[in-house]
Nanobody
Framework: QVQLAESGGGLVQAGGSLRLSCAASGRAVSSGTMGWFRQAPGKEREFVGA???????????YYADSVSGRFTISRDNAKNTMYLQMNSLKPEDTAVYYCASDLARRYTDYSKFALYTYWGQGTQVTVSS
């Protein structure tokens, strides 16, 4: 059984940083597609970033325009954990952040949340102005 567990959320001032973790069990973070999504109150779930592992030690990482240059996805295979480093946070980054996983390598549809099979419970990130 695949389980994902996010942690690392919290309250931070604008301009600050947070690092979210997504610990996986039942599957390896070194294969398929791992994604980050977020959902603010009253809004639809939106794509934040995704990392696709193609099995040749090459990862492809994609980010939403709104976070590109500020957020970075990384992984630690030994800990079977994926991370989302968030810098220069803005109040509009406030949301519940979810990690998601799929065994397929979603090179063209990595931003479509409905295609991901496994989800974590989410962690709240609040950025104050």
């Amino acid at each position: 059984q695949v389980q994902l567990a996010e942690s690392g959320g919290g309250l931070v001032q604008a301009g600050g940083s947070l690092r979210l973790s997504c610990a996986a069990s039942g599957r390896a973070v070194s294969s398929g597609t791992m994604g980050w999504f977020r959902q603010a109150p009253g809004k639809e779930r939106e794509f934040v970033g995704a990392r696709i592992m193609n099995g040749y030690r090459m990862d492809y990482t994609y980010y939403a325009d709104s976070v590109s240059g500020r957020f970075t996805i990384s992984r630690d295979n030994a800990k079977n954990t994926m991370y989302l480093q968030m810098n220069s946070l803005k109040p509009e980054d406030t949301a519940v952040y979810y990690c998601a996983s799929d065994l397929a390598r979603r090179y063209t549809d990595y931003s479509k949340f409905a295609l991901y099979t496994y989800w974590g419970q989410g962690t709240q990130v609040t950025v104050s102005s």
